[in-house]
């Protein structure tokens, strides 16, 4: 294909859970002709939303996973990636983000902005995504679209400005108004699939010509020609919208839209916007890093004359094997061409290479530049970046958080053992947030994620697609180690008993780090430990970071120095001096202060404000750092830090005690050290060997 | 080390002779300044040092939004320090943070009510018992003679020292607020923008015979512009 690139569109939907957007993607397919009956996103007829493929999916009704698809409108070509809603996967917003162009946030006209649109604004701002906003569901009983505008402005700091007015709501809602072409937009047809213009009713011409005042006002900060063209009266629709798009690639407005997709209106102006204002793969500007110049940042042009620069930001098992989704940010990927994995530094040969639809794809022969394409047989892992052999060029990597808590997993037999090996291998390589390891004492298998939804909706999918259904520990939240003071060591390990033996003497100091997980330094003068011996000290010492004396946990935030040792002639050896570095961090961490430190969490609740003050007591009991409360009418938000180890179930204490009106989110915070009492309950459960029943509150 | 630096510039502590706290418990303070002179930064100032010295304190603001509070806390903080965020600055923050809390109304509606019963809620749960709070964006209006009566009322009744600012209008010089409004007050600070300071006026306070003259804080920070040579204690 060779679209000319101001013609892409790579966006991505995203939005709060239940705010309909799964209902808006099927709609946008719908009319952009690529599906061919429109299906309840809740299989009412019996076949879901063509979007989420996955029978889980479809019966939780939420969006798991990130799907990627391709569609066209108005001899645009429009990428869309379908985001989810729940904070614990964020990976999945966060890999999206790091590919688009830009986004669509949809709210929902009752719900307004709530938690998680705050979460998912904060991640596109991290990604600098310009963005509209599409108010959805405007057919609701309550749905206010005024209020969302302000909610907007308030609560996200957006320069929100409204493209459209409501004709009628709720029950009553018939269409829009278009305040640009000042026309009235109605949506015929079994599924509104024709829009009809026609003259602004009289009774709105009033409040519509208000409206464009303010649209005007806030374009014409963007344009000159535009701001001498409303002062004469006598502004022209191309002018608005020139300014308007400028208004949003500078990120400094956001453009609303109304609509109900379920109700199919809205949605052809939303692609209209989405054509018009949000940017192509050019308007932005993307750096890659020359590894072979010291890191030198390059600026990356989708030209398609230009040498190929992708990343792979989603790997996906399918029936047809592997799928890599990659993003073209330069030149183009063709069937047969050889391109360079720069983190392996190996080369490999582009086989087959499609388009995808969800849960369908077309094969094409190359991709255009500033494309989305998926390949086949590509053996890398989710970040990597390719580009053409001869070059070294790496795209910045995502944000990747780490995994905070962790559950034991048992398979019954040695074949079900093999079969959950090899089934969290495959997950584990889709979602670099969801980690799997053989845990050293226990021998048992324990996966870690983001939260208790995210490991839930894995243990489901070991059952699911796999038929596994291991046994279950109890969830346990990453504790660390950590030192706070300075403590010398003077170690020196001998085994010398005839024959060859083993010696090695390290002499230094552990501190605490203050940035960073450890450091290892060398200050040895004079040959004290001889240079070839001083590799093997650093790894004695970072073996014993695994696991702390203390529970067991990763020791971190460490800094060695090594100022002194000594050696013999003949016993001394790499193995010697590993041995020593051991003995000697064992020596000195006990002096050193160790603490425990456990996950803290950033909790924020929302609620109507009549059940503040239960909600402030869950919290309350839970060794939460209340930080703030903001109180908004009928509803108040607790900005609080809580332990995650408290948090276990709080969906549900929270659900129970706002019967259900309340919802939180929860993000890492930072670690923080475990009060004394239960840190001593800790160490007594892993001297014990109770690694099973280690849950603190 | 952080604390001497703060005695040195802060007005309040340099305008009070007694070193008993200006303002003494149960009592309601006003600081008065048109719309942008320093209002908030003076607030912030005052509860850092209050902070400082292992007070507990409550922020109430009205139309603030949380983030943006924590950030003056923070900058102000930092500025105090030398603008160095070393370690010990972290340990310093991390010992205020139990001790502090931040609380928004979008409107000024019943507000002295609300405060009340959200005091009461955060003292009966044992969450927060705050010995000063700051209540930050009064604007003029009808109510206000009321309101801050009610304020002196809260003040009195939980023996709290009760700090609000008001936005007055630029227009009216200052020392032109009705006699009723500062009744309710036990000090009276007004705050005027004069070219490259602020002058900071103590119109009413306890003990005062006469008004001292103006101290000139630095804007940005409504710290004491110099530390003075010697201060004189009487």
């Not at chain 1, 919802?663 to 892993?686: I, K, N, V």
């Not at chain 2, 009340?116 to 003292?123: G, K, P």
Request: charged share 25%; hydrophobic share 40%.
């Amino acid at each position: 294909m060779k679209e000319a690139v101001t013609r892409i569109r790579n966006i991505g939907i995203s939005a709060h859970i239940d705010s309909g957007k799964t209902t808006l993607t099927e709609r946008i397919l719908y009319y952009t002709n690529r599906i061919h009956a429109i299906h309840e996103v809740r299989g009412r007829d019996g076949v879901g939303a063509t979007m989420d493929f996955l029978d889980l999916e479809r019966e939780r009704g939420i969006t798991i996973q990130s799907a990627a698809t391709f569609c066209s409108w108005q001899e645009h070509f429009i990428n869309i990636i379908d985001t989810p809603g729940h904070v614990d996967f964020t990976i999945e917003v966060e890999r999206a983000l790091r590919v688009l162009d830009g986004a669509v946030l949809v709210l929902c006209a009752v719900g307004g902005v709530q938690s998680q649109s705050l979460t998912v604004d904060r991640q596109m701002n991290r990604y600098q995504v310009p963005r509209l906003a599409f108010i959805n569901k405007c057919d609701r009983s309550g749905a206010d679209p005024q209020r969302v505008v302000e909610q907007l402005r308030q609560k996200l700091d957006h320069n929100a400005v409204l493209l459209q007015l409501p004709i009628g709501l709720e029950a009553d809602f018939q269409g829009v108004i278009d305040l640009v072409a000042m026309q009235a937009l109605y949506f015929d047809g079994c599924s509104g699939e024709q829009v009809r213009r026609e003259v602004i009713p009289a009774e709105m011409m009033e409040s519509a010509r208000q409206a464009r005042e303010q649209l005007l006002e806030a374009a014409s900060m963007f344009d000159d020609e535009l701001l001498e063209a409303v002062l004469e009266d006598r502004p022209q629709p191309d002018q608005i919208q020139r300014a308007l798009r400028r208004g949003v690639l500078r990120r400094e407005l956001t453009p609303v839209l109304l609509g109900s997709a379920f109700r199919n209106k809205g949605v052809q102006p939303l692609l209209d916007a989405v054509v018009r204002y949000l940017p192509g793969p050019a308007d932005v500007s993307v750096r890659a890093r020359d590894v072979e110049r010291d890191q030198a940042e390059v600026e990356l042009h989708p030209d398609p004359q230009l040498p190929p620069v992708a990343l792979a930001f989603k790997l996906e098992e399918g029936r047809y094997g592997q799928l890599t989704y990659v993003r073209v940010y330069q030149g183009v990927i063709r069937r047969g061409q050889t391109l360079l994995n720069t983190r392996t530094g190996r080369k490999f040969r582009v086989g087959r290479l499609c388009r995808m639809h969800a849960a369908r794809m077309e094969e094409i022969e190359a991709s255009a530049s500033g494309d989305i394409v998926a390949l086949f047989g590509v053996d890398c892992a989710s970040g990597d970046s390719f580009c053409a052999p001869g070059q070294r060029l790496l795209l910045g990597s995502m944000h990747v958080p780490e995994p905070v808590i962790s559950l034991a997993v048992t398979a019954g037999d040695a074949t079900a053992r093999d079969k959950l090996n090899q089934a969290l291998g495959k997950l584990t390589r889709e979602d670099p947030t969801f980690r799997a390891r053989v845990d050293a004492e226990s021998g048992q298998t324990v996966i870690s994620g983001m939260g208790e939804l995210h490991l839930q909706v894995y243990l489901e999918r070991l059952r699911r697609e796999f038929g596994l259904e291991p046994e279950v520990g109890q969830p346990r939240v990453a504790y660390r180690e950590a030192i706070t003071r300075q403590a010398r060591f003077n170690y020196v390990h001998k085994k010398q008993t005839g024959g060859s033996g083993q010696y090695g003497r390290v002499a230094g100091y552990l501190e605490p780090l203050e940035e960073g997980d450890y450091l290892f330094e060398d200050r040895i003068t004079g040959g004290a430990i001889p240079r070839e011996f001083i590799p093997s000290c650093d790894k004695g010492f970072r073996e014993c970071l695994q696991q702390g004396p203390l529970i067991g946990a990763p020791i971190t935030g460490i800094r060695v120095v090594l100022d002194w040792g000594a050696s013999h002639a003949v016993d001394s050896s790499d193995l010697a001096f590993r041995q020593a570095a051991i003995g000697a961090f064992r020596q000195a961490y006990s002096q050193a202060g160790p603490v425990i430190q456990e996950p803290i969490m950033k909790v924020v609740v929302e609620t109507p404000a009549e059940y503040s003050g239960q909600v402030l007591a869950t919290l309350n009991q839970r060794r939460a750092l209340i930080l703030g409360l903001a109180e908004d009418g009928a509803f108040a938000a607790v900005e609080a830090e809580v332990p995650l180890a408290t948090m276990f179930g709080y969906a549900t204490v929270l659900r129970s005690v706002t019967q259900g009106k309340a919802e939180f989110t929860m993000e890492f915070a930072c670690y923080r050290q475990l009060p004394a009492a239960l840190a001593q309950q800790l160490q007594e459960e892993h001297a014990r060997g109770g690694k099973k029943t280690g849950q603190s509150t | 080390m952080l604390d001497d630096e703060l005695v040195k510039k802060n007005p309040l502590r340099r305008l009070d002779s007694q070193q008993q706290g200006l303002l003494p418990s149960g009592n309601l303070g006003l600081v008065v300044a048109p719309a942008g002179t320093g209002k908030t930064a003076f607030l912030v100032q005052l509860a850092l040092d209050n902070l400082l010295r292992g007070e507990a304190v409550l922020h109430l603001s009205v139309a603030g939004k949380l983030q943006r509070i924590r950030s003056w806390y923070k900058e102000l903080l930092l500025q105090l320090a030398g603008g160095q965020a070393t370690a010990g600055l972290r340990r310093v923050e991390a010992s205020m943070q139990s001790r502090q809390l931040i609380i928004t109304f979008r409107k000024p509606a019943g507000l002295a009510a609300r405060l009340s019963e959200r005091l009461q809620q955060l003292d009966a749960q044992d969450i927060f018992q705050p010995t000063v709070v700051v209540v930050d964006g009064l604007g003029s209006g009808g109510e206000l003679p009321g309101l801050l009566g009610q304020l002196a009322g809260i003040a009195a009744e939980r023996n709290l020292s009760l700090w609000a600012s008001l936005r007055q209008e630029a227009a009216r010089p200052r020392n032109e607020l009705p006699a009723e409004l500062l009744a309710a007050c036990a000090v009276v600070v007004y705050l005027e923008a004069a070219g490259p300071a602020v002058k900071l006026h103590l119109a009413k306070a306890p003990d005062l015979p006469s008004p001292p003259p103006p101290l000139l804080l630095d804007p940005q920070t409504l710290l004491l512009q110099q530390p003075p040579a010697s201060p004189s204690r009487q």
